[in-house]
T-cell receptor, first 111, second 116 residues
Framework: LAKTTQPISMDSYEGQEVNITCSHN???????ITWYQQFPSQGPRFIIQ???TKVTNEVASLFIPADRKSSTLSLPRVSLSDTAVYYC????????????FGKGTKLSVKP | EPEVTQTPSHQVTQMGQEVILRCVPI?????FYWYRQILGQKVEFLVS????????KSEIFDDQFSVERPDGSNFTLKIRSTKLEDSAMYFC??????????????FGPGTRLLVL
C-alpha cells in the first residue's frame, strides 16, 4: 500500500475554495486514490475517487497529475459544515479489504 | 439512501465485562468490517468478514474479539473481557464487494464504548 502524506490541518473561511494536496510518491500502477471525510463523532464518509486526470462530483473535484505522485482534493465554496477531517487513501484491488487511514487533514472553516 | 446502523450509540461497561456491539449493514452488501478509533487518534482496521467467515484481521483483533453474523441482517462485534484500552469509537462498515479501494465502504455512525 502506498504511503500518503497530507497536511495536518488547514484553515479556511466560508465561501472560499479549499485545496488539500496529498503526496503518494510510491503509488503503484493499479492504485486508485480515494478521499474520505469524517465529521466529529461520526464514521468516515466517501467523498470521491479517481485514477488519473480529473474527477468531479456534486461534492468535490479531484485533480491527479500525469505522474500520479500527488492528488488534490478541491472543495468549492466551503461552508461551516465542511469542517471535518479529510483522509487521502491509496491502494489497489489486491488488498484484502481493510482501509488504511492516516491522520488526515483537519479542515477548519471559519465564518 | 440506505445506510449502516449501529446500536447502541453509547455503551459504558466495567473492565472485564463482555460487550456486544451490533450493526445492520446495507442490505445488498456482502462484505462487512469493524474499525475503531481511540479518541484523538486514527481510524484503525480491526476485521473484515465475508461469507460467514473472517477475511482478514489486524493485530488489534486478538482472542478477546470475535465477530458474528447471527442472522441475515445483523453483524456483531463481541469483546469478551473488556480492558480500559478498549475504550474507543467502534465503526461498522459494509461494501458490495472486496475491492476496497475501488469499492466504497459505507460506515455506520459508531458506538462509543467507555470501559471503566
Amino acid at each position: 500500500l502506498a504511503k500518503t502524506t497530507q497536511p495536518i490541518s488547514m484553515d479556511s473561511y466560508e465561501g472560499q475554495e479549499v485545496n488539500i494536496t496529498c503526496s503518494h510518491n510510491n503509488i503503484a500502477t493499479n492504485d486508485y486514490i480515494t478521499w474520505y471525510q469524517q465529521f466529529p463523532s461520526q464514521g468516515p464518509r466517501f467523498i470521491i475517487q479517481g485514477y488519473k486526470t480529473k474527477v468531479t462530483n456534486e461534492v468535490a473535484s479531484l485533480f491527479i497529475p500525469a505522474d500520479r505522485k500527488s492528488s488534490t482534493l478541491s472543495l468549492p465554496r466551503v461552508s461551516l459544515s465542511d469542517t471535518a477531517v479529510y483522509y487521502c487513501l491509496v491502494g489497489d484491488e489486491g488488498s484484502q479489504g481493510n482501509l488504511i487511514f492516516g491522520k488526515g487533514t483537519k479542515l477548519s472553516v471559519k465564518p | 439512501e440506505p445506510e449502516v446502523t449501529q446500536t447502541p450509540s453509547h455503551q459504558v461497561t466495567q473492565m472485564g465485562q463482555e460487550v456486544i456491539l451490533r450493526c445492520v449493514p446495507i442490505s445488498n452488501h456482502l462484505y462487512f468490517y469493524w474499525y475503531r478509533q481511540i479518541l484523538g487518534q486514527k481510524v484503525e482496521f480491526l476485521v473484515s468478514f465475508y461469507n460467514n467467515e473472517i477475511s482478514e484481521k489486524s493485530e488489534i483483533f486478538d482472542d478477546q474479539f470475535s465477530v458474528e453474523r447471527p442472522d441475515g441482517s445483523n453483524f456483531t462485534l463481541k469483546i469478551r473481557s473488556t480492558k480500559l484500552e478498549d475504550s474507543a469509537m467502534y465503526f461498522c462498515a459494509s461494501s458490495r464487494r472486496l475491492a476496497e479501494y475501488q469499492e466504497t465502504q459505507y460506515f455506520g455512525p459508531g458506538t462509543r464504548l467507555l470501559v471503566l
